[in-house]
Nanobody
Framework: QVHVAESGGGLVQAGGSLRLACAVS????????MAWFRQGPGKEREFVAG????????SYVDSVKGRFTISRDNAMNTVALQMNSLKPEDTGIYYC??????????????????WGRGTQVTVSS
């Protein structure tokens, strides 16, 4: 099985920054579309950012555009999410997900095949 592991979450003040990292096992990382999802308290899990297998294209939910940046390093089997200008509404568990059936940018939870256990991001005001 492909294993996905997130790291880098924490507690920050509004306006601060965090960088999340995701490590993926196996030899086929380069084939996967990758994405970050989040789930806030009492909310459904939602798509945050996606990136195609080569990193050539990215997609973001409107609420994070201009503040978050997704990137990948296929040589290291890693994906990152740089989060700047954080807001309290960004609080939630952030999940890294891999899509083996697409080059990337799909937004539904059900589109993704491998998931990490999540990392908590808390933004205080």
């Amino acid at each position: 099985q492909v294993h996905v592991a997130e790291s880098g979450g924490g507690l920050v003040q509004a306006g601060g920054s965090l960088r999340l990292a995701c490590a993926v096992s196996g030899n086929n990382f380069w084939r996967y579309g990758m994405a970050w999802f989040r789930q806030g308290p009492g909310k459904e899990r939602e798509f945050v950012a996606g990136i195609t297998w080569t990193g050539g294209s990215t997609s973001y939910v409107d609420s994070v555009k201009g503040r978050f940046t997704i990137s990948r390093d296929n040589a290291m089997n890693t994906v990152a999410l740089q989060m700047n200008s954080l807001k309290p509404e960004d609080t939630g568990i952030y999940y890294c997900a891999a899509d083996e059936s697409s080059k990337g940018l799909r937004r539904r939870v059900s589109d993704y095949d491998y998931w990490g256990r999540g990392t908590q991001v808390t933004v205080s005001s």
